[in-house]
């Protein structure tokens, strides 16, 4: 239903003045926004969970008194495609942050000016299946939850 300028001038005049509508339109505003979330979200499946951070290598003497750290890139990782809800979604990308907090992941890491390469963890992010490049899926090699 949509409304004139009037009306919705006339809507806000009364949100404004009246008190006992407050916790109403409050309620209201809570339960629209829930389900165009849950609408956003439904639209957007399937998903992707992955993480993100930053390669450096080491550039100098092996010793490692001269030299410096340079970028080399992507140091994140699709882990899984084709996620059928975001729900699902978030319990995946809960598990992989609990496996960095453990040290349970061996492609993160790296002590500076102790080791020649390190990769930064910047941290987990869920994103829907269309927006993610494919071609990383050959070299992620993430689990599928279509199959």
Do not use: C
Not at 92 to 105: F, K, P, R, T
Not at 114 to 122: A, G, M, N, Q, S
């Amino acid at each position: 239903m949509s409304m004139t300028f009037k009306e919705f001038l006339s809507e806000v005049a009364v949100r404004k003045t009246d008190p006992d509508m407050d916790e109403y339109y409050a309620d209201q505003d809570d339960a629209d926004r829930d389900r165009r979330e849950q609408e956003q979200q439904t639209a957007d499946a399937p998903y992707a969970v992955g993480w993100s951070g930053q390669s450096h290598e080491w550039y100098g003497d092996d010793d490692m008194k001269r030299g410096r750290y340079k970028q080399k890139g992507d140091g994140g990782n699709i882990v899984a495609i084709n996620v059928p809800s975001y729900e699902m979604a978030q319990k995946i990308e809960a598990e992989l942050q609990q496996q960095y907090e453990n040290g349970e992941l061996p492609f993160v890491g790296g002590k500076w000016g102790e080791d020649h390469y390190i990769v930064d963890w910047h941290g987990t992010y869920i994103e829907p299946m269309k927006n993610v490049e494919s071609w990383r899926f050959e070299y992620d090699k993430p689990k599928d939850y279509s199959k």
